[in-house]
């Protein structure tokens, strides 16, 4: 079942319905029910034409789906085919041309042996009357030459008079007017030419023997007259026929035949290579033959011509032989200037066709080695190239894919190379993840809340958060210059220098604004810029601003190392914070002051880096302190959280673009109620 299956599925609706339709076709047809056979057959086309297209297009994605066989089949229909139709053209156009040339041939020399009976006419009627039973016997010796037994028949007022004296009676019927040609008499080809005059009649008959048909172009082939079968059967008896074939009626009323015979034997309807046929010159000489009408006369059929037939069985070399005979100078040299030009026509087919195979040859070789090629690359074989033989458009476009290759080659050691630098820079934000406070200490007296957006994988702004004694706490933001893994580090060598910094400086002071010990904040920057002087390049340096909020007596004292100072937001003021120092990093001898204020409830102190105010939008402008300010200002009341997402969000919108162009890092300290 399963492979019956598989044939059902294979042949389609429409080829089941073919097979039936023709199985019905055969047995109407051999049942003899013609209505239905017929009615099968209109019904096969529908069908047929299916699986004509079916077929087609199975041919055209299976056999032509290679560019070796599209072209082959291109050049089939575009050059081979032409030349095969032109070569059958020629070859028939040669063959209908040397059976004409061999009709004409035969049919003029025996026209021309038939009006020379005439002449024998001609010159009996010119004779004295007195003179013709002397002058008849010599015209009719004149003349058996070209026409052995010929017979001359005069009728007179003195009666009939025959030369020679032992020939046939001939009754011609009267109301013959004047004539010449050929005649069936006693079914047999005579030629004949008859006169009538006013005093007498002349007749001039002439048996047509087969010696004299084959031989009236000498070495051309086999010739024979034959007369038709219709004629014959009026007349009654056997068909008159003279030559190399004979013609035997076949006797079937119903159908009616004639057999050709050579030699006295059947040859059925094409005859065979006699005697008299020539040798082949070469080995395209082959036999040609075509039978052609000629007119002849019946002797009871007064003033009416039948056509018999004339063949003529021949070569090609036989029949050029003697139409281009030796005396003929120019029209032989005509004929060998047809088989030069067809000799050189056959030489430049055969370049051509020989340029052609090379030509496809490399086309194909072309595109096979670039399917190769193409197939070895989605392998992930980049190693490939294609051999560039020839510099041409088809070895530029192997050049090309070697080019092509070659950098996929290099890319793919790139695109490697950024997976494992991706790698680590995704370890790098893990570990600097790691260096942010992850949550903010509890203080009463001062909220912190901050958020940092990288540009990339890992960021330069930084900040942190500490518990640095009882009832203070220490905080910071900074922007390292640039960006990338070169600023995480040494944002990384800030966050270690500052706590190592803070755990030194546990010792507390008498601060200046209160007189209660604290962390001296001016003295620990100045330690932390030599630190990060001493331990990064020249050209690395950070922005920097840290403070340190006392509980007990609310007051935030600070240094500001060169960053963008923050803004405190009082009682709908807006007061920016001073600037103590120069950035760190930079100058190992730069001196930083502190400055202190009192936080109270409802404060709002907002500290950014240049990735909030400093990103461009379309037309080259900034977002700017003024928007963020406010941005604050218009969304105060709300939660801290809500107020960063504000902030950052319209950021976003102003650049309108999918990549931040900096670090955008917002710590928001907001000053509470005590409880």
Known sequence: MSRLRQVAKFLGKSGIDFLITLALYFIFHWTRHGLLALLAWLALIPPAIIILVRVFRYIKRNALWSVRNRLLFAYGLMGILPILLLFILVGLGSWALINELAIYLASSELNRRLESLTEAVQLIRDLPPNSLMSAAPEIEKGF?????????????????????????VLNVPPGWQNVHGLLVFDHRFYGWAHYTGSDREITVLAPISDETVENLVPNLGEISLLEGPEESKAEGGDLASAGSFRS??????????????????????????????????????????????????????????EEGVL???????????????????????????????????????????IIGIQLSRRL???????????????????????????????????????????????????????????????????????LYPKEAP?????????????????????????????????????????????????????????????SQHQ??????????????????VSALNKQIYAHSSPEKYATFFFAVFNQSTRTLTYTNAGHLSPLLFRNGQVVPLDSNGTVVGAFPFAKYDESCLTMHAGDLLVCYTDGITEPENAYGEMFGEERLIELVQKYSAREDHEILGIVLDAVRSWTASPELQDDMTLLIARGVQIT
């Open 144 to 168: 058996s030459h070209a026409f052995p037994h010929l017979a001359l028949y005069v009728f007179d007022k003195t009666g009939q008079h025959r030369f020679p004296p032992d020939s046939p």
């Open 248 to 305: 035997i009626d076949t006797g079937n009323a119903k159908n009616p035949d004639v057999k050709f015979t050579v030699s006295d034997s059947s040859m059925g309807v094409t005859p065979a290579p006699g005697k008299h046929l020539p040798p082949a010159a070469f080995s395209f000489d082959i036999p040609v033959g075509w039978p052609a009408t000629f007119p002849h006369y019946h002797l009871n059929r007064i003033n009416k011509t």
């Open 311 to 353: 063949w003529v069985y021949s070569r090609p070399s036989a029949v050029l032989g003697s139409f281009f005979s030796g005396t003929e100078f120019l029209r032989g040299i005509l004929f060998d200037a047809v088989i030069t030009v067809a000799i050189l026509f056959l030489i430049v087919e055969l370049i051509a066709a």
């Open 364 to 434: 194909t070789y072309a595109v096979n080695q670039l399917y190769e090629g193409t197939r070895r690359v989605i392998f992930g074989d980049f190693s490939h190239r294609i051999q560039v033989r020839e510099k041409d458009q088809l070895g530029e476009l192997g050049a090309s894919f070697n080019q092509m290759t070659s950098n996929l080659e290099r890319l793919m050691a790139v695109e490697k190379e950024k997976e494992r630098l991706q790698t680590e820079l995704e370890i790098a934000r893990e570990v600097q993840a790691q």
């Open 442 to 502: 509890p203080m009463c007296g001062l909220k912190l809340t901050v958020r940092c957006d990288p540009a990339r994988l890992v960021s330069g702004d930084y900040y942190d958060y500490q518990n640095v004694g009882e009832g203070q706490m220490a905080f910071a933001i900074g922007d390292v210059a640039g960006k990338g893994i070169s600023a995480a580090l040494l944002m990384a060598t800030l966050a270690a220098a500052l706590r190592a910094q803070l």
């Open 507 to 524: 010792m507390l002071e008498p601060d200046e604004c209160t007189g209660l010990p604290e962390i001296d904040v001016a003295h620990l």
